[in-house]
């Protein structure tokens, strides 16, 4: 897959065969056929374009969505604190658009495996298809409720992004291996207070409920200082172990 850059930065996936059109203008079919990664091609409008190899990060701000994703600092988070790697096996489930179940399958590497619960059909197929465009082949999307059970076992890391995940904790600690993760996403203080009483009874070790914020700095002439914006409570991250 190929991905175009325009003149403000903005990013567009190429498709195959297909001319590229927007605002600042048209590149025809043959001229993309014909350019490799880091070349530079013009528009009939003569604005400049750059054909770029996405990562994932580049894929994630434009794919379809059609509902809330996890953002990169409580991605970012869970890959650390887990030290989830090449080869681990990984249970996902609310899927959503897909997001974190493509970051989990770009770091597992093709000797690993992500399998992803979605009970919305058209959330499933959502998914389906960003993972299928993105090119990735070790995702296995499930548009299955997975309080009907786990389906997998020696598993590295159970992601629960779900209202009430503290519900299947049980099933969680069956299914993964000795020193494998439970992770859970919970917006709201209360679903992580829950899971937190809930993992300390089913004998979890190392449970920690972490919130990460951002704050990024802005360089000016005069000096450098914090932004004024942040981002700030996207949701709580529940860390619990299976010793």
Not at 18 to 35: P, R, T, W, Y
Not at 141 to 158: P, S, T, W, Y
Request: hydrophobic share 40%; net charge negative.
């Amino acid at each position: 897959m190929k991905m175009i850059l325009d003149e403000r930065g903005k990013k567009y996936v190429l498709k195959e065969g297909q001319e590229f059109q927007s605002d600042l203008g048209i590149v025809k079919a043959d001229v993309l056929e014909n350019a490799s990664v880091g070349d530079e091609v013009k528009s009939h409008l003569d604005h400049s374009f750059k054909i770029i190899k996405p990562n994932i990060n580049d894929f994630i701000d434009i794919m379809d969505r059609r509902c809330s994703i996890l953002i990169k600092k409580d991605i970012g988070t869970v890959l650390a604190y887990t030290g989830l790697g090449a080869g681990s096996r990984v249970v996902d489930a609310g899927t959503g658009a897909g997001a974190i179940a493509l970051n989990f399958a770009n770091v597992v590497g093709s000797n690993g495996k992500v399998y992803t619960y979605e009970i919305r059909q058209d959330f499933a197929d959502v998914a389906k298809k960003n993972i299928e465009t993105f090119g990735i082949e070790n995702v296995e999307v499930k548009n299955q409720d997975i309080k009907e059970g786990i389906g997998e076992d020696n598993i590295d890391l159970v992601f629960l992004d779900l209202p009430k995940p503290y519900e299947i904790f049980e099933d969680v600690h069956d299914a993964l291996n000795l020193g494998g993760w439970l992770v859970v996403y919970a917006p709201y203080i209360n679903q992580a207070e829950v899971s937190y009483r809930v993992a300390k009874k089913l004998d979890f070790y190392d449970i920690e409920i972490l919130e990460t914020l951002e704050r990024g700095l802005e360089v000016r002439q005069q000096g450098t200082r914090p932004k004024t914006r942040m981002v700030g409570h996207s949701g709580y991250l529940l860390f619990a172990r299976k010793l």
